[in-house]
């Protein structure tokens, strides 16, 4: 890529693959939203504060729910503190503006300075949601009748949004985005992503979490994976624990930090003692006896 495009390297807290680093270059240099699709846990919301950490920038995060709508984001007409302030307020209710509350994206636009715009989990709102977006994103600009006023955005936002990769998206908003797709992390990119946030961790350690972890994920029929957060979350519980290496390929120690439904539970423990039989190992007893006592 040209060296003028290059402005995001990625930041000391947060690993990003060249991929990653090229769709976040790309889309502020056409400035286009970047879609960020994945697993959960694999580093989606925490890549928009990366991108405005290395850039020094400030972040503003709209977390959307079920609930939200894109008026949302723009501004709410606070009607019912006017209808209180015209009978028992002393204020002048005759100035609209000041009952008028600016939302996540309004915030951004009105921003002195470019910033980064985080819409997190757009795909928890309804369909409609991101098609309502379309012209606001497009434009940078809003209209607020209330106030016969249009709030403009001095500098483009960087906007990063995310999504988990089950819900598919209108192909009218997908046009107007960069996507990019997080793939899950190799074991050595795991490694680099362990290490920031465990830096002292025993390499003997890690290296048998990490291998129990892939063996763990590659079981057939596992209905929810363990991802990044997890394993790291698993990391810490084993250091607190005092767990050994040896430790971890014996008892398989919180399976439940890992592991989050009793259907997986049940089926790694089934596959694992099939194996652990084929191997006339006796060793997983152990685990099963905790866990079926
Ligand atoms: N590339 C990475 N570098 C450093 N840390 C990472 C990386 N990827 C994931 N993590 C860590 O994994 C955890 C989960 O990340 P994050 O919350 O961003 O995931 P997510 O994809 O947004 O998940 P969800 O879909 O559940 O919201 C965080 O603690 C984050 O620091
Ligand atoms: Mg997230």
């Not at 107007?176 to 946030?197: G, L, Q």
């Amino acid at each position: 890529m040209a060296k003028k495009m290059l402005q995001y390297q990625g930041s000391s807290d947060y690993i990003v693959s060249d991929e990653m680093r090229n769709s976040v270059n790309i889309a502020m240099a056409l400035g286009k939203p970047l879609l960020i699709k994945g697993e959960p846990g694999t580093g989606k919301t925490v890549l928009a504060q990366s991108i405005a950490n290395a850039l020094n920038k400030k972040l503003i995060v709209w977390n959307i729910k079920s609930t939200t709508k894109a008026q949302d984001g723009l501004y709410l007409y606070d009607t019912v503190q006017r209808l209180y302030d015209s009978q028992f307020g002393d204020g002048d209710v005759g100035n609209i503006k000041q009952y008028i509350q600016l939302g996540k994206l309004g915030e951004a636009f009105m921003a002195k300075e470019q910033l980064v715009l985080l819409i997190d989990e757009i795909d928890k709102a309804d369909m409609e949601f991101p098609n309502d977006l379309l012209w606001e994103l497009d434009q940078m600009s809003f209209y607020i009748p209330e106030t016969r006023e249009t709030i403009t955005a001095h500098t483009r936002p960087i906007v990063i949004i995310t999504s988990n990769a089950e819900k598919e998206l209108p192909d009218a908003f997908l046009r107007r985005c960069i996507f990019h797709y997080i793939e899950f992390p190799s074991p050595e990119t795991m490694e680099k992503i362990i290490r920031v946030h465990h830096p002292e961790l025993e390499k003997k350690l890690m290296d048998q979490a990490m291998e129990t972890f892939y063996v763990l994920r590659n079981i057939t029929n596992i209905q929810k994976k363990p991802s990044t957060s997890e394993l790291i979350d698993w990391l810490q519980a084993l250091v607190v624990g005092g767990i050994t290496p040896k430790d971890i390929k014996q008892e398989m120690p919180f399976l439940g930090v890992l592991l989050k439904k009793n259907e997986d539970l049940d089926q790694v423990l089934e596959q694992v003692y099939e194996r652990q039989v084929n191997k006339k190992d006796k060793s997983i007893n152990k685990t099963l006896s905790r866990f079926y006592r």
